[in-house]
């Protein structure tokens, strides 16, 4: 989004050279501590911290504290541990019962049985061996501590036993022997390595801070677990590994977390499968480190959802790594105060389902942003899809954005070089619900040109040389004036080598402080309505050698691609605003319909880039009429075309082609 502020946008210029290489693309640091200050690095900075979080692999996260050997034992060397309300019988040796308190100090299989009204199991063993708690059937509180307390072991594995219901609840105010103490602090808390498994069913009610807590890893290999926490749901410090399972979490806090920030090797969250529903007051899935999402199912929703409303210092992210995300498969339902899916560092996409609504970014990343594969619809949000530097090979991705479609930007998030005057990221205006003054999104500054809706035909003036509309050529979009040019970086990008992109914006359709180059795919933009914005907006060129090109929007500042490109392009702009829905249609000179698309908003401007575009051939575009093709995204292939008003003609002499007046910059 760009506004025409001339005197205002001169001084901006100075401040801004004057800060110099201080406002360089992305804060970043390291893999194993990535800042989240605004602070700008420069991009070999960049570079290098992007590197260290791509060589992390999937097989350091997998590299956990589970054996075989955890999941299996004879139970006839099993030590029953009966739970008598405010008694407790043990019934063989590594344990011993203190009133309503519990001691294991060895390491063995023990199947804990009965109900506890006020009391707690503890697990104190120096033994290298594992500890398995078998929780067969039971219903443990503790009014004044945790209800299951990990003090020291080697591993811990707590197995939810077959067709059992077992209910684990903490008290609401901790007593601690002294001032300085702060753990435990979880219904279940362990000090060790801790792993769930087993077919039954677990609930767990953390009703002072966070629900099940492991100081080193945590890892849940099957089960049927429901939290419910006043602050964190799941805490893994040094990883959060789901291999399978049901988990159903409301957390005050986040949902799932791992928080290791002293070793680049942890602080991470893997998901193998299951099935995962996360309400969470502040991010669904919370990692220092990476995420890593292999498959599963996924149902998030953070801060109250898309419509609520978040302090500034609030964090309430559907899935947020400090470093990098990579999602390959799965099944994602968000609905996010904040963003649906965000990495401070990289953010990869190579499959999976989503459907997002989001009160801010559908997909962000601060430095590098991926989609190899995926069907995303982003039904909800500010800017769909924001990074500094951004790749689409392929995918299926739909976005209805307040503001821009995709956003090309350096900085960290909510950053850009100001804060609703354009360019930088978030530069389109406030976000939704701190608008001042009840203003609508997208409302264009005073003085800029309100869209006509009269409906008059095209006009195609001649040009101060003679030629007309059709012969003209517009120059290198990079080439003109540009009102924040001073926020171009070579190194934001936006490139696009495949897929199908479909854009609904109410701000900039495509807005990259940078340069845009498209190889192939599909890609279609119903851009602004208001000439403040565009349907496309770049900085450093936009340069097309492949693909299908259709962005309609305004005409104020709609402008050509690169004069640079291989690929022929169109840039149409109409005398007048055309309504929604109003049919638009390029014919070459045998009657051969290679346009017809309808759009979702008015519009007054049609940039087509196609390899239908032949140099030397003339083409018509019409308005309105009918088509009896088959329409997918408003995009009719097939059939016939018929009862539109022509409205202009050219003809391709150049790679560039003009047609009607030009848009300012």
């Known amino acids: 989004m760009k506004k025409i502020f001339t005197a205002f946008i001169t001084l901006l210029l100075i401040l801004t050279m004057a800060a110099c290489s201080s406002t360089a693309s992305v804060a970043t640091t390291s893999a194993a501590a990535v800042q989240t200050n605004e602070t700008a690095v420069n991009s070999s900075t960049q570079s290098t911290t992007v590197e260290a979080a791509a060589a992390v692999t999937a097989a350091d996260l997998s590299a956990t504290h589970e054996s075989a050997e955890d999941y299996t034992w004879d139970s006839a060397s099993e030590v029953a541990i009966a739970l008598n309300n405010d008694s407790i019988t043990v019934s063989g040796e590594g344990a011993a019962a203190i009133g309503s308190i519990a001691t294991i100090t060895s390491a063995g299989s023990y199947r804990i049985s009965g109900t506890l009204a006020d009391g707690?199991?503890?697990?104190?063993?120096?033994?290298?061996?594992?500890?398995?708690?078998i929780l067969d059937s039971v219903d443990i509180s503790n009014s004044t501590s945790a209800a299951i307390n990990v003090v020291n072991a080697k591993k811990v594995v707590i197995v939810l036993a077959d067709n059992s219901q077992n209910l684990i609840s903490d008290a609401s105010t901790y007593v601690y022997a002294s001032a300085e103490e702060d753990e435990p602090n979880a219904a279940i808390f362990s000090t060790a390595d801790l792993t769930f498994y087993g077919n039954g069913s677990l609930t767990v009610n953390g009703n002072s801070n966070d629900g099940i807590a492991s100081k080193d890893g945590l890892l849940i290999e099957t089960g049927n677990i429901t939290v419910n926490a006043a602050d964190d749901g799941i805490?893994?410090?040094?990883?959060?590994?789901?291999?399978?399972?049901?988990?159903?979490?409301?957390?005050?806090?986040?949902?799932?977390?791992?928080d290791n920030d002293e070793d680049a090797s942890k602080g991470y969250i893997l998901v193998e499968s299951g099935t995962l529903n996360i309400t969470a007051g502040a991010d669904g899935l919370d990692a220092v480190s990476n995420v890593l999402l292999n498959n599963g199912d996924f149902t998030i929703n953070t801060g109250g959802g898309?419509?609520?409303?978040?302090?500034?210092?609030a964090s309430a992210k559907g899935i947020k790594s400090d470093t990098a995300v990579t999602i390959n498969n799965g099944t994602y339902r968000i609905d996010s105060a904040d963003d649906a899916v965000h990495a401070n560092v990289s953010l990869v996409v190579n499959?999976?389902?989503?459907?997002?609504?989001?009160?801010?970014?559908?997909m962000h990343s601060d430095a590098t942003l991926t989609i190899n594969s995926g069907d995303i619809q982003i039904t909800q949000s500010y800017e769909g899809i924001e990074s500094a530097s951004i790749t689409i090979n392929d995918g299926n991705i739909h976005i209805i954005s307040s503001d821009d479609g995709i956003n090309g930007a350096g900085g960290v998030d909510g950053s850009g070089t100001?804060?609703?005057?354009?360019?930088?990221?978030?530069?389109?205006?406030?976000?939704?619900?701190?608008?001042?003054?009840?203003?609508?999104?997208?409302?264009?500054?005073?003085?800029?040109?309100?869209?006509?809706?009269?409906?008059?035909?095209?006009?195609?003036?001649?040009?101060?040389?003679?030629?007309?509309?059709?012969?003209?050529?517009?120059?290198?979009?990079?080439?003109?004036?540009?009102?924040?040019?001073?926020?171009?970086?070579?190194?934001?990008?936006?490139?696009?080598?495949?897929?199908?992109?479909?854009?609904?914006?109410?701000?900039?359709?495509?807005?990259?402080?940078?340069?845009?180059?498209?190889?192939?795919?599909?890609?279609?933009?119903?851009?602004?309505?208001?000439d403040g914005n565009s349907a496309l907006d770049f900085d450093s060129g936009f340069n097309i050698s492949g693909g299908l090109l259709v962005a309609v929007g305004s005409s104020g500042m709609a402008h050509s691609l690169s004069a640079t490109s291989t690929q022929n392009s169109v840039l149409v702009n109409l005398s007048s605003a055309q309504s929604a829905s109003t049919l638009i249609n390029v014919q070459n000179s045998a009657g051969e319909s290679i346009l017809t698309f309808s759009p979702t908003k008015n519009y007054q401007s049609l940039m087509f880039s196609s390899p239908s575009l032949v140099t030397?051939?003339?083409y018509t575009v019409s308005v309105g009429g009918s088509s009896t093709g088959d329409a997918v995204d408003n995009l009719y292939t097939g059939g016939a075309y018929s009862g539109g008003t022509i409205v202009g003609?050219?003809?391709?002499?150049?790679?560039?082609?003009?047609?009607?007046?030009?848009?300012?910059?």
């Open 120 to 133: 707690q199991i503890v697990v104190d063993t120096a033994d290298v061996g594992t500890v398995r708690l």
């Open 235 to 258: 805490r893994g410090k040094d990883y959060l590994v789901v291999k399978s399972g049901s988990l159903t979490v409301n957390a005050g806090g986040d949902g799932l977390k791992s």
């Open 306 to 313: 898309s419509n609520a409303t978040l302090a500034a210092d």
């Open 351 to 362: 499959g999976g389902s989503f459907v997002i609504a989001t009160g801010d970014d559908g």
């Open 418 to 530: 100001m804060q609703g005057f354009g360019g930088g990221m978030g530069g389109g205006g406030t976000r939704p619900g701190n608008r001042p003054g009840g203003q609508e999104q997208g409302t264009p500054p005073d003085g800029a040109p309100a869209a006509n809706t009269d409906g008059t035909p095209i006009q195609s003036p001649a040009a101060q040389d003679g030629t007309t509309a059709d012969q003209m050529t517009l120059p290198d979009a990079a080439a003109g004036a540009n009102m924040d040019t001073f926020a171009a970086s070579g190194s934001i990008s936006l490139t696009i080598n495949g897929g199908t992109i479909v854009i609904d914006a109410n701000g900039d359709g495509i807005d990259v402080n940078g340069s845009i180059e498209m190889t192939d795919g599909l890609v279609l933009v119903n851009g602004p309505t208001n």
């Open 616 to 618: 030397g051939s003339e």
């Open 649 to 665: 003609n050219f003809t391709i002499s150049s790679v560039v082609t003009l047609l009607g007046s030009e848009g300012r910059r």
